[in-house]
């Protein structure tokens, strides 16, 4: 391992006002995202007769896949407008648009209109769309280069304790009778408020490229998009790494409910759980890369997780054979079930590898794109994440409709990800070689951070009015 380099924590980001006001926008953004999702889908779920004639399964399938739509949509137009835009009037803007969702959808839970709500789907998925590129881009401008990797660490915790917290609110709220849907509709709105009012702490950054003509046609400028990241070699095999674990992730996740049932025979809170879990996990691997990578950016790390997200695969279909719980069991009773720990274990360790995977390939695609095209790339990937997410859907509904059981799945997508990491690596070996040194503890070249790329201001350089605040 990589000997760490002194310095202040990574936590100690979130004192600082180039930091902290901008972890929180995001946060505030990601929690009300699931408190709302999850919200509809347990209404939907337990008292469907009261909205509509429509299949449950329908929706629940239909609401997940409107939230992505406007990814594939409207990535690359917000990538544009994200490098073109001084960035924190872009998120003050995106969070008052959430505002205005939110208040939409606060009638429609009010007023008993589903396709209001339906529609307020679709509209925080144009939200997220949006912020998505500032999100990332906003990053290389503020941090230094010791502190991108702990940056982003943070960054990626806070995403999924936010969608986990939101998860759980949004299930406990929205079944409370009588003032259950009152309670979502004015949590929600009051979220987004403070979203809003955390943006406005955002420091000025300036527009990447200010002169820059937005294509306003968003499969023209998708095609070209990621046209433009293909050509930086390195950076796309990147996105598509980054891409693949939302691809693994969105498989193994979307099991989770019907495996907590009929596997482990475990109630809603044995979901709850796993999901939990899982996220913990994340965060926890996000958080650590830092100290595993001595403050640098370590694509060492990168074949490390894809290792663990193997390994702990195909213990968790090993797990599953050898789980003996009986009965009806909740959360409790499933840690103490025989076979239980090794269940819950292998979904920790599947997150934490996750967090050493990712963290890193964010912070080379951030640092080694083209600096004026920041923005763009990031919505690029997001365009390519998208994809990968609709194709695991699909590829689960095959694997399901061919007669595989769910722990055979996650066979199967640990043995998928052995392949497609390999092929990348050969690809590009430098994953391989930087994995050796980081084992050896050799520390890899980390270019001066005052270098710049010709014509182009450093991607990590800082804002010279931005303070420590």
Same mark, same amino acid.
């Given at each position: 391992?990589?000997?760490?380099?002194?310095?202040?924590?990574?936590?100690?980001?979130?004192?600082?006002?180039?930091?902290?006001?901008?972890?929180?926008?995001?946060?505030?953004?990601?929690?009300?995202?699931?408190?709302?999702?999850?919200?509809?889908?347990?209404?939907?779920?337990?008292?469907?007769?009261?909205?509509?004639?429509?299949?449950?399964?329908?929706?629940?399938?239909?609401?997940?896949?409107?939230?992505?739509?406007?990814?594939?949509?409207?990535?690359?137009?917000?990538?544009?407008?994200?490098?073109?835009?001084?960035?924190?009037?872009?998120?003050?803007?995106?969070? *008052?648009?959430?505002? @205005?969702?939110? #208040? +939409? $959808?606060?009638? =429609? !839970? /009010? &007023?008993?209109?589903?396709?209001?709500?339906?529609?307020?789907?679709?509209?925080?998925?144009?939200?997220?769309?949006?912020?998505?590129?500032?999100?990332?881009?906003?990053?290389?401008?503020?941090?230094?280069?010791?502190?991108?990797?702990?940056?982003?660490?943070?960054?990626?915790?806070?995403?999924?304790?936010?969608?986990?917290?939101?998860?759980?609110?949004?299930?406990?709220?929205?079944?409370?009778?009588?003032?259950?849907?009152? *309670?979502?509709?004015? @949590?929600?709105? #009051? +979220? $987004?408020?403070? =979203? !809003? /009012? &955390?943006?406005?702490?955002?420091?000025?950054?300036?527009?990447?490229?200010?002169?820059?003509?937005?294509?306003?046609?968003?499969?023209?400028?998708?095609?070209?998009?990621?046209?433009?990241?293909?050509?930086?070699?390195?950076?796309?095999?990147?996105?598509?790494?980054?891409?693949?674990?939302?691809?693994?992730?969105?498989?193994?996740?979307?099991?989770?409910?019907?495996?907590?049932?009929?596997?482990?025979?475990?109630?809603?809170?044995?979901?709850?759980?796993?999901?939990?879990?899982?996220?913990?996990?994340?965060?926890?691997?996000?958080?650590?890369?830092?100290?595993?990578?001595?403050?640098?950016?370590?694509?060492?790390?990168?074949?490390?997780?894809?290792?663990?997200?193997?390994?702990?695969?195909?213990?968790?279909?090993?797990?599953?054979?050898?789980?003996?719980?009986?009965?009806?069991?909740?959360?409790?009773?499933?840690?103490?079930?025989?076979?239980?720990?090794?269940?819950?274990?292998?979904?920790?360790?599947?997150?934490?590898?996750?967090?050493?995977?990712?963290?890193?390939?964010?912070?080379?695609?951030?640092?080694?794109?083209?600096?004026?095209?920041?923005?763009?790339?990031?919505?690029?990937?997001?365009?390519?994440?998208?994809?990968?997410?609709?194709?695991?859907?699909?590829?689960?509904?095959?694997?399901?409709?061919?007669?595989?059981?769910?722990?055979?799945?996650?066979?199967?997508?640990?043995?998928?990800?052995?392949?497609?990491?390999?092929?990348?690596?050969?690809?590009?070996?430098?994953?391989?070689?930087?994995?050796?040194?980081?084992?050896?503890?050799?520390?890899?070249?980390?270019?001066?951070?005052?270098?710049?790329?010709?014509?182009?201001?450093?991607?990590?350089?800082?804002?010279?009015?931005?303070?420590?605040?």
């Amino acid at each position: 391992m990589t000997e760490n380099r002194p310095g202040p924590s990574q936590f100690a980001l979130l004192r600082q006002r180039r930091f902290a006001p901008f972890f929180w926008t995001q946060f505030l953004g990601a929690f009300n995202d699931n408190v709302f999702k999850t919200a509809l889908l347990t209404i939907l779920t337990y008292d469907a007769l009261s909205w509509t004639a429509m299949d449950p399964g329908l929706l629940n399938n239909l609401i997940p896949g409107l939230f992505i739509l406007p990814f594939v949509l409207f990535s690359a137009t917000a990538g544009q407008l994200a490098d073109k835009l001084e960035k924190s009037r872009l998120a003050q803007w995106v969070k *008052l648009l959430e505002i @205005v969702i939110m #208040a +939409i $959808a606060a009638y =429609g !839970w /009010l &007023a008993h209109q589903l396709w209001l709500l339906v529609a307020a789907v679709a509209g925080m998925g144009l939200h997220s769309t949006l912020f998505g590129p500032v999100k990332y881009a906003y990053l290389p401008h503020h941090l230094r280069r010791d502190e991108l990797t702990g940056g982003n660490g943070v960054v990626e915790m806070g995403t999924f304790a936010g969608i986990l917290l939101g998860e759980v609110l949004g299930a406990v709220l929205v079944v409370q009778k009588p003032a259950g849907l009152a *309670l979502v509709a004015g @949590v929600t709105l #009051a +979220i $987004a408020v403070l =979203g !809003w /009012l &955390a943006s406005r702490g955002i420091p000025v950054t300036p527009a990447a490229v200010p002169k820059l003509r937005i294509s306003w046609n968003p499969l023209k400028e998708t095609v070209r998009n990621l046209r433009f990241s293909s050509s930086n070699r390195e950076v796309f095999l990147a996105m598509l790494l980054n891409s693949w674990f939302w691809f693994y992730g969105a498989i193994v996740l979307a099991q989770f409910p019907l495996y907590a049932r009929q596997y482990l025979h475990g109630d809603h809170t044995v979901f709850v759980l796993l999901l939990t879990v899982f996220s913990l996990g994340i965060g926890a691997g996000s958080l650590l890369c830092e100290r595993l990578s001595g403050r640098r950016i370590e694509t060492g790390l990168v074949p490390l997780g894809a290792i663990g997200l193997s390994l702990f695969g195909v213990d968790l279909f090993l797990a599953s054979l050898g789980f003996t719980g009986t009965g009806s069991l909740d959360a409790a009773g499933m840690a103490f079930a025989p076979g239980g720990i090794r269940v819950l274990l292998d979904c920790l360790m599947i997150g934490v590898f996750g967090g050493f995977y990712i963290v890193p390939l964010f912070a080379l695609i951030q640092t080694r794109c083209d600096p004026d095209h920041v923005s763009r790339t990031i919505a690029g990937m997001n365009i390519l994440n998208a994809l990968f997410m609709v194709a695991a859907a699909l590829l689960a509904m095959l694997l399901l409709g061919l007669g595989l059981t769910i722990p055979q799945i996650f066979l199967v997508t640990a043995a998928l990800n052995a392949v497609v990491t390999i092929s990348v690596f050969i690809l590009m070996p430098e994953f391989p070689e930087r994995f050796a040194a980081w084992i050896l503890r050799r520390p890899g070249p980390d270019p001066d951070p005052t270098a710049t790329h010709p014509g182009h201001p450093h991607p990590t350089r800082r804002n010279p009015e931005v303070t420590e605040r």
